[in-house]
């Protein structure tokens, strides 16, 4: 059970900024977004409660506060509601319906305290999260269920929270995944099929601890961008980019590279190679000649 300070409600500084005869029963045909901006207000606890005359709000501002949890059925009211910031407050618990019953499209949950990815399955009332930004909290694994019911997950932030691992089952339910930024953390390995079944075009493992170029082949398909600046790898090889056939854009500055291989990208569409910052001595140009290789020694 959540404590008491989670009670979530605004409706007493709602009736002071909103003519709650101006809205209807269900979501406004309205031209704009109805904005609420509660940031910086150093709210430490917000209560829950029924107002009939509630404002259909579009777009929540909960940013820059002290909120230490959030309870469930917290947003249940806001059914129109599309994008929720809740960034930089000190947010550790997240109840598992907190979100049910709204619209969302984009939430925003960085900057806090969060150890484990909240629930976000609302089970047959599925949400519809598109973006979804965790970074800077404290998130040291990604289990099995971590994005379960995110179907329609496209742009994902875990950026600098400390991940150790990811489960090879992370993103089994995440089919539409597009963006997916992972850097900032402490991944030293990620094993061959992880992303299977997403439709990744541009992955961020920038400044992780990898030691090799992670096989991808699975997602060869559609992956265009790949950023893996520094880490600690050291060699190149044709093997880890042979299946990357639409890789357009590579960036490995600041790992150790001493060695590539000749022919490396000669079997995709890499045109912009960026290696700069790493142990090369010479460099041998592939054999694709529209490869630009930015580097320095």
């Not at 170029?213 to 042979?242: E, Y």
């Amino acid at each position: 059970m959540l404590p008491i300070l989670c009670r979530i409600s605004i409706w007493t500084i709602l009736s002071l900024v909103f003519c709650w005869e101006c809205f209807e029963a269900t979501c406004p045909q309205q031209t704009g977004d109805v904005k609420l901006n509660l940031a910086n207000r150093s709210l430490a606890e917000i209560e829950h409660e029924s107002d009939t005359r509630k404002p259909k709000i579009t777009m929540f501002n909960l940013s820059h506060n002290q909120l230490p949890c959030i309870e469930n059925g917290a947003f249940k009211d806001y059914s129109c509601l599309k994008r929720l910031s809740l960034q930089f407050n000190q947010l550790t618990t997240i109840g598992e319906t907190a979100f049910c019953g709204t619209k969302l499209k984009r939430l925003n949950l960085a900057h806090n305290h969060l150890s484990i990815v909240p629930n976000l399955n609302c089970n047959d009332n599925e949400l519809q999260i598109k973006i979804l930004i965790l970074s800077h909290n404290a998130i040291r694994e990604l289990e099995f269920t971590s994005f379960n019911g995110l179907k329609q997950l496209e742009e994902l932030w875990l950026e600098n929270i400390s991940i150790h691992s990811i489960n090879p089952d992370a993103f089994g339910e995440t089919a539409l995944l597009t963006h997916l930024f992972v850097a900032h953390n402490k991944l030293t390995g990620i094993d061959s099929g992880t992303f299977c079944g997403t439709r990744l075009a541009s992955l961020n493992l920038a400044s992780n601890n990898l030691t090799y170029v992670p096989d991808l082949s699975c997602i060869g398909g559609t992956l265009l961008n790949l950023t893996l600046d520094g880490n600690l790898i050291q060699k190149l090889s044709r093997a880890s980019f042979v299946e990357l056939g639409k890789l357009n854009i590579l960036s490995l500055e600041n790992n150790t590279i001493h060695h590539i291989e000749p022919d490396t990208f000669s079997q995709n569409s890499v045109s912009k190679v960026y290696i700069a910052h790493n142990q090369l001595v010479c460099i041998q140009l592939v054999s694709n000649y529209n490869i630009w290789c930015i580097f320095q020694q």
